[in-house]
């Protein structure tokens, strides 16, 4: 079964600043998607950046990029210029590659961002 | 357009009630699933949609959950004689097809006394 970890429960950052959110994976399957999603207080689960496993290419979204290690089934996310709206609970997902099975989506435990003005 | 809505925003029920969780997905996205955030678990997965076939209730905890999809569009999670760990932040989501992008609802906040 495959599982995903988040060993950091809260992280703080100053507003401008860089964090970096962890995140572990563990499955036997070469092909498959990891996601970021962030949750603020209004409970709206909101994707931030996504990858798919084949792609060697760290993927980036404006202000937000990840550090895919495929071998080391690591997968953290790095936050650039941190602003106040950045501030939410973070989960890191793991969901199969599509293949005619459910393609449910595996969370870890989240990471709670708060972010210092 | 329209995003993924869940009614209502929250529940409070008492022990041995039954309720109902109503969800509105997208128009058009033909996979729905429904997933339960609680202190406890975390997020996890209780069943899934896709089209006509047959739903993947894998995920529901016990037989006192059941769910049901109308004409493919709206999806009701029914708790029968709800108990107090049933109190969590149930979540609805939709996605175009089977494998594309989830977009998730608000959540309905479920609190058993």
């Known amino acids: 079964a495959q599982t995903v970890t988040q060993s950091q429960p809260e992280m703080s950052v100053q507003e401008a600043e860089t964090v970096t959110l962890s995140c572990t994976y563990d499955?036997?399957?070469?092909?498959?998607?990891l996601f970021w999603y962030k949750q603020p207080p209004s409970r709206q689960m909101i994707l931030v950046i996504r990858q798919e496993a084949y792609k060697q290419q760290n993927a980036t979204e404006n202000r937000f990029s990840v550090n895919f290690q495929k071998a080391a089934k690591s997968f953290s996310l790095k936050i650039s210029d941190s602003q106040l709206g950045d501030a939410a609970m973070y989960f890191c997902a793991y969901r199969r590659s599509y293949g005619g099975a459910t393609n449910k989506l595996i969370f870890g435990t989240g990471t709670l961002l708060a972010v210092q003005p | 357009g329209a995003g993924v809505s869940q009614s209502p925003s929250n529940k409070v029920t008492e022990k041995g009630k039954d309720v109902e969780l109503r969800c509105d997905p997208i128009s058009g996205h033909t996979a729905l699933y429904w997933y339960r955030q609680s202190l406890g678990q975390g997020l996890e997965f209780l069943i899934y949609f896709q089209g006509n076939s047959a739903p993947d209730k894998s995920g529901l905890p016990s037989d006192r959950f059941s769910a049901e999809r109308t004409g493919g569009s709206v999806s009701t999670l029914t708790i029968q004689r709800t108990q107090q760990e049933d109190s969590a932040v149930y979540l609805c989501?939709?996605?175009?097809?089977?494998?594309?992008?989830?977009?998730f609802g608000p959540g309905t906040r479920l609190t058993v006394t």
């Open positions: 989501a939709s996605s175009l097809t089977q494998g594309a992008e989830q977009y």
């Open positions: 499955t036997s399957e070469s092909d498959y998607y």
